[in-house]
């Protein structure tokens, strides 16, 4: 982990792992360079789930639009990092004078497998959230040959498979993927395919919150109340340090909370930019500063 700093009694000290994922960073990278080009920017969707962050890309122009039929010519679509379906895809193509697509890499290899395991008319399962962007934009690659189950318990609703191959949705548990592959076997003859698309930003932030969490006397979770990555760090932190809270700006802190505290633990939300955090990082370190025990 990284001493924010030496030298005040308080020590702030930030995990090893935390805040913008490689494929959030790249889409708002994206968005930046297309701003400095002078392209009037709108995103389909919110581009990232952090109100601060959507409020300071807004002062420079970006809008969110909910459907491709509202971007009009001289206009930049954006295709956030969870992708779109192909057909959403041409429409904004047909629409928008540019379109910058931040789908995330490793999502792109999730609609490549599908595509191509529909293309040898072989069925495809995806394991994930039926109403998470990401899942629906993916089955789009395979839309007569796809499933998409949330766990093992839905295996029993499938029919039976064509040489089935399973992906995950990219930010699913490890252990609900396998056990779901596992229960897929049963539903074919054929040999099962079974790919792992899951991410590890998800994973590898749980696993650093964790080891500073039992380190500190209180910990702040930096991120959206409705961003599920942010909640789910919460919980695994409260796990080892009582003092948990989850908050979105440096208002929220609470400086009783801190009183008698000699080491407190930041960690970020993969949709929680860099520079919010260092602004909280500094309130925290001010108010380590000013108290007194
Ligand atoms: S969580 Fe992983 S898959 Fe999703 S956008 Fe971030 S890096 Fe890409």
């Keep these: 982990m990284a001493v924010a700093d030496r030298y005040i009694k308080m020590q ?64 930049t679509a954006v295709i956030r990092a969870h992708g779109v379906t192909p057909d959403v895809q041409r429409e904004l193509e047909e629409k928008a004078t540019k379109v910058v697509d931040a789908t995330c890499p490793f999502v792109t290899r999730v609609q490549k497998l599908a595509a191509r395991a529909a293309g040898e008319d072989r069925h495809v399962i995806i394991v994930g959230s039926p109403d998470h962007p ?11 040959h796809a499933f998409i189950i949330r766990d093992e318990t839905e295996v029993a609703g499938l029919p039976r498979l064509r040489k089935p191959l399973v992906v995950s949705q ?23 395919q079974i790919v792992n ?70 960690t970020a939300g993969a949709s929680t930019p860099e520079w919010l955090i260092q602004k909280i990082v500094a309130h925290l370190e001010n108010i380590g500063k000013s108290l007194e025990w």
């Design 12 to 75: 702030v000290l930030l995990a090893d792992e935390y805040g913008f994922c490689f494929g959030v960073e790249r889409a708002v990278e994206m968005v930046e360079k297309a701003l400095d080009g002078g392209d009037t920017v709108r995103s389909l969707g919110p581009l990232i789930h952090n109100e601060q962050e959507m409020q300071r890309l807004g002062q420079y122009g970006v809008t969110t639009i909910t459907e491709p039929v509202q971007i009009k010519r001289g206009e």
């Design 170 to 192: 990219t930010t699913i548990k490890a252990k609900t993927f396998f056990d779901t592959a596992e229960a897929i076997k049963t539903k074919t003859d054929d040999e099962v």
């Design 197 to 266: 698309t899951i991410c590890s930003a998800t994973k590898d932030r749980q696993e650093a919150a964790r080891a500073l969490a039992g380190m500190v006397d209180a910990f702040y979770i930096i991120g959206g109340r409705h961003s599920s990555n942010s909640v789910k760090l919460l919980t695994v932190c409260k796990e080892q340090c009582e003092k948990s809270f989850l908050i979105e700006i440096e208002d929220e802190i609470n400086p009783n909370d801190l009183m008698g505290a000699e080491r407190v633990g930041v």
């Design 134 to 144: 990401e899942m629906i934009g993916v089955k789009g690659y395979a839309p007569d």
